[in-house]
């Protein structure tokens, strides 16, 4: 498996994640239940932006700035 499909199934799991503990957020009542969960969002989200950065990068594409 390459590093790019790799990294797309760690995306994909990721964001399956973040799905599943949207669902639990709907239900949580409890403050407690509720900051884990948007813990674990943010830190889920902080790893996605981190693996779409590398995948940019590694891209080659490079933004042209006026």
């Known amino acids: 498996m390459s590093q790019r499909q790799m990294n797309l199934l760690w995306l994909k799991d990721l964001l399956e994640h973040l799905g599943q503990c949207r669902q639990r957020l709907e239900w949580a009542e409890d403050r407690e239940t509720v900051h884990l969960l948007c813990e674990t969002m943010l830190s889920d989200l902080d790893r996605c932006k981190r ?3 590398a995948m940019h ?3 080659g594409v490079h933004e042209v700035k006026s």
């Open 51 to 53: 693996l779409c950065e």
């Open 57 to 59: 990068r590694r891209s």
